[in-house]
């Protein structure tokens, strides 16, 4: 940008023009036509860091949608509103200290594990390439845009219904797909985890019982014949005089459209319902029989008035025939729970011939009013497992699993408290072969095991950053916005009857455990789900498993034996949350291409990681090294740049992160810029090609090791660089700075 551009933007915007070193007269000079002599103005490193956030008193940048370069006399908050957070920016540092030319030899490292060495202090030029990666976990997803997830441990809920498990890929759409029907599928008895709907029967009368006189739950054989339009089906008899067999088939709307589309973004969500629902269409496929013969009827509950409504019927013996109904009026059949309920009656049993209503396929068909938006924001799933697990310690892992084979009765998360060993955690972190025992042979003694699982400590290891100062203020927004919490249990139990294992969570508010899944049937490891509402999360952030057997007789033990246990919880689309985590990325269409066809989920998951911090990281950098006597070979990690007086710039790897960090000495024969603030750290948040480069100086025996597991770049104290010029430029969507050309043109013409 030449001097006549930040004189008129000067002017304009009223902000200081920063000054230039004046070599010769050894003094700051404020910017002159004749010292600018037409030449572009690049600003120093201190001035760049507004761009990354920092407001640094008196230095402000504009960028130059033409040459891309970053210059002074824009005001921060101007440059906020011109500038997308992705567009096109090139930063440009000019050093007040040159270093000599390097030497001609060149070495360019492949990606891998690589070396370079110099045996003497050597001034090199060095150049790092590689694409950095900025999580979307909390960004609204570009409908069209290609992305992928790269850890198995996360899934991504989509507006349109569909979910992404990792490690996969996808392109985004935001408009919402069908709600699809609503079905038994998946169905099983007990557990509204895999399929929220129920069905109830009621055998012994003759009158059409109401919508509230169903308590008994059908069989796994019914559900399983009613799931799918397959030619099976499942049935109920009853041979006594008068009575009819009689089901109630009850349908979860609000669970079922949170289940396909994601989640309702209100505070009723039944009114969501009635106002956005266009119609339901019911079909149920089936017979009944009775004394008279073939006689079934097929009904939908009016909650206003009370009754069974829509009833008709046939008199066939057929499961090919569908009984429609179809309603607009959700006001009326929708219950303040969410339910829409339909019954199915057969004809009358007179004592010899048995009353029976056979289910073949129950579907109900749900259609939303055009013009709906949803959140364009991912939903995101976490689920968390004792996976590198140290006991005593809650670094690695913040989860907890205790036992306790002394309590006549159930205990508290306070009273279960002695902790796994290693080994122990061992045998639970996996769903694999292994699997941990807790046994007690002492008459009356409970064996049980119980499992805590820190929620917002997970989040803000994995998820990202939650709103609040304090930890009540976290728990709160944890509630608010967390959904589908699911303790995941394979294992069982037994006791002095057989098999048999309870299992509950904990709910602060009663100090007690909830108790009402028990699973006494089989000694196979399957998995059992618990559902714990997100208001059960203690003042801690905690919620609690307990999974426990039948007291011990002094004869049979009381026994848990444990495989695999695992905690999943739901972000939803509306929770506003910082600093994301989350593996999800946007990819170039050449990436997309090579995702999961050329490159198998092993390297999507190495390219791609999970980031241990929201700044930008490096994937499969590229690095160029010029100077004397360079050879390759493998060493340490580190590579020193600048190697002058007190202060050097430090390229490393930190835990399987690339990081450069820049110090800087400030003594007294180093020119001083105005108004630079003590500190600055740069931390843009880009996705996009970048690179690094500059003469500095090669400590003896450094070295660079290049994996693809991402650098991040930080400018701590960053007066002034070893490096002549650093370049950090990204490029994604190669944006056009439309609002920065228009307030340019009007400038011009000032």
């Known amino acids: 940008m030449n001097f006549r551009q930040t004189k008129l933007l000067r002017d304009r915007f009223g902000t200081p023009v920063p000054q230039l070193w004046d070599p010769t007269n050894e003094k700051w000079v404020p910017i002159t036509e004749e010292n600018m002599g037409g030449e572009e103005y690049v600003l120093p490193i201190a001035s760049k860091a507004a761009l990354g956030g920092i407001k640094p008193d008196g230095v402000t940048i504009i960028v130059d949608p033409i040459s891309g370069e970053a210059s002074s006399a824009f005001s921060q908050e101007d440059l906020n509103t011109a500038i ?9 540092d000019e050093q007040l200290d040159l270093i000599t030319e390097p030497s001609s030899s060149t070495q360019t ?23 950095t990666l900025a999580s979307a976990g909390n960004a609204d997803l570009v409908d069209g845009g290609k992305y992928v997830i790269s850890d198995p441990s996360y899934t991504v809920k989509e507006p349109s219904g569909t979910t992404r498990k990792g490690v996969s890929k996808f392109q985004f759409s935001d408009t919402p797909k069908t709600v699809p029907a609503a079905t038994f599928k998946d169905k099983v008895k007990g557990s509204l985890v895999e399929n929220p709907h129920k069905a109830f029967f009621f055998l012994g009368t003759s009158v059409v019982k109401s919508q ?3 308590v008994d739950e059908v069989s796994q054989s019914l559900y399983d014949g009613a799931a799918s339009d ?8 009853f041979n006594s005089a008068g009575n009819r067999v009689q089901l109630m088939f009850a349908f979860n709307l609000v669970a079922h459209i949170e289940k396909s589309i994601g989640t309702i973004d209100s505070a009723n969500k039944v009114q969501w319902i009635i106002d956005n629902v266009e119609k339901i269409d019911a079909k149920f496929y089936g017979y009944g029989e009775g004394s008279t013969g073939a006689d079934i009827t097929f009904g939908i509950w009016s909650f206003t008035a009370g009754s069974w409504e829509s009833n008709i019927g046939h008199g066939m013996v057929s499961t090919t025939v569908g009984l429609p109904i179809s309603r607009t009026d959700l006001a009326n059949v929708v219950g303040t729970d969410g339910f829409v309920k339909f019954n199915a009656y057969s004809g009358k049993s007179d004592g010899v011939v048995a009353a029976k209503v056979a289910v073949a396929y129950i579907k109900v068909d749900v259609t939303l009013k055009s013009g709906l938006t949803f959140p364009t924001k991912p939903g995101i799933v976490k689920l968390s497992t004792f996976e590198g697990k140290v006991s005593g310690s809650t670094v690695e892992n913040p989860h907890k699993a205790t036992f306790n084979l002394s309590l006549t009765t159930l205990g508290t998360p306070t009273s279960i408290n002695a902790e796994d060993t290693n080994t122990d955690y061992g045998f639970i972190k996996a769903l694999d072969f292994s699997t941990g025992a807790l046994l007690t042979f002492e008459s009356g003694m409970i064996a049980q095991k119980l499992f805590t699982f820190d929620v917002i400590a997970d989040f803000e290891r994995n998820i990202g950053k939650i709103p609040g100062a304090t930890l009540a203020e976290k728990v709160t927004w944890a509630k608010a916005n967390l959904t589908n919490i699911i303790a995941n249990f394979y294992g069982t139990g037994r006791g002095p009857s057989g098999y048999s294992v309870t299992l509950g969570y904990w709910r602060p508010g009663l100090s007690s455990f909830s108790q009402n899944i028990v699973y006494t049937s089989s000694s196979d490891m399957t998995k059992n789900a618990v559902p714990i509402p997100a208001s059960e999360i203690d003042a801690n952030g905690k919620v609690y498993l307990i999974a426990h057997a039948p007291a011990s007789d002094g004869t049979t033990f009381s026994r848990v034996n444990t495989n695999f246990v695992s905690l999943e919880f739901e972000v939803k689309a509306s929770a506003a949350f910082t600093d994301p985590l989350v593996p999800l990325y946007k990819v170039t269409d050449t990436e997309y291409s ?4 050329e490159w198998d989920a092993t390297k999507v998951a190495t390219m791609y990681p999970k980031l241990n911090t929201p700044l930008q990281h490096l994937s499969n950098p590229f690095v160029r090294a010029v100077g004397e006597g360079l050879t390759t070979e493998l060493t340490t990690s580190d590579i020193v740049l600048g190697q002058f007086g007190t202060s050097q710039d430090r390229l490393y790897k930190d835990g399987g992160t690339w990081k450069v960090d820049k110090f800087v000495d400030t003594d007294s024969s180093t020119p001083k810029l105005l108004d630079t603030p003590a500190t600055i750290d740069v931390s843009d948040k880009v996705s996009g090609d970048v690179w690094l480069k500059g003469n500095t100086q090669l400590e003896i025996g450094s070295t660079v090791k290049v994996t693809p597991l991402g650098v991040e770049l930080t400018y701590s104290n960053s007066i002034r660089s070893s490096l002549d010029e650093t370049v950090l430029e990204t490029r994604e969507l190669k944006r056009q700075l439309t609002e920065v050309l228009e307030r340019l043109s009007a400038l011009e013409n000032v």
């Open 594 to 597: 090579k995702i999961l066809a």
């Open 84 to 92: 997308e957070p992705k567009a096109d920016k090139t930063y440009v």
């Open 230 to 237: 397959d030619g099976n089906s499942g049935s109920i008899s």
């Open 212 to 214: 509230s006189g169903f």
């Open 109 to 131: 490292l492949p990606t891998g594990t690589s070396a370079i060495i110099s045996p003497i202090i050597s001034e090199v030029d060095l150049e790092i390439k590689g694409r």
